[in-house]
């Protein structure tokens, strides 16, 4: 509904990406943040985006059901805040949380991108289907949106306590490598080699 909201997700994200009970998130991740708590994550987030109306993540499980223990948490822990803020009750999200297994080096390359391009539907709704025919425009509006990892791969660290980054690295390289495969992606991007993996 608004940026505390997005705000309090991006928080949420940090504070229940954790093995242990979270009874208080907003004092929790003071004590992330001041080195009073060591987390144990239940997962790596390798990328991430937020939308007004669903998000995505990509995630690498660390434990035995990591991914699920923290959709859980995540979903729970949320829609009690949202909830109480706007004075409702009830299920927040529609269903569980939907996952695609991805299973080789080719679809890990190539998700983060399709992650992060997810903003563009606010400028050019027909994107997937037509491509991108501005593409400074569509880079700039990426740069300057502030609920996605996509800032932190161009080499601005929004999000250092979210991100386990260096999986990514490993494979894009540097920020400029990033930048350069995020240029080569819209430019090629075909939304039918994609469609497998996408829950849309």
């Known amino acids: 509904m608004d940026n505390k909201d997005f705000t309090r997700f991006t928080n949420d994200l940090i ?7 979270v009874i208080n998130p907003k004092q929790r991740l003071e004590d992330i943040q001041s080195g009073r708590h060591k987390r144990t994550p239940l997962v790596d987030i390798i990328a991430f985006c937020l939308m007004p109306n669903h998000y995505h993540l ?8 990591g991914i699920t223990e923290f959709m859980r948490k995540l979903g729970a822990g949320y829609a009690n805040y949202f909830n ?4 409702r009750v009830g299920a927040l999200f529609q269903g569980k949380f939907k ?13 983060p991108f399709y992650i992060h391009l997810n903003p563009l539907d606010m400028i050019f709704p027909d994107w997937r289907e037509k491509g991108v025919n501005d593409y400074k425009k569509a880079v700039n509006f990426l740069d300057d949106y502030n609920w996605s990892s996509h800032t932190t791969y161009r080499g601005s ?3 250092p306590l979210i991100l386990a ?9 540097s920020e400029d490598d990033y930048s350069y495969k995020l240029s080569n992606f819209i430019k090629d991007f075909n939304f039918s080699e994609f469609s497998e993996f996408l829950l849309e």
């Open 15 to 21: 504070v229940f990406n954790d093995k242990k009970l």
């Open 58 to 65: 990509l995630l690498k499980q660390k434990v035995n059901n």
């Open 84 to 87: 109480l803020k706007h004075q």
């Open 99 to 111: 996952s695609v297994l991805i299973n080789d080096e080719s679809q890990f390359l190539y998700i």
């Open 157 to 159: 660290p929004n999000f």
């Open 165 to 173: 980054k260096d999986a990514v690295f490993e494979c894009f390289g």
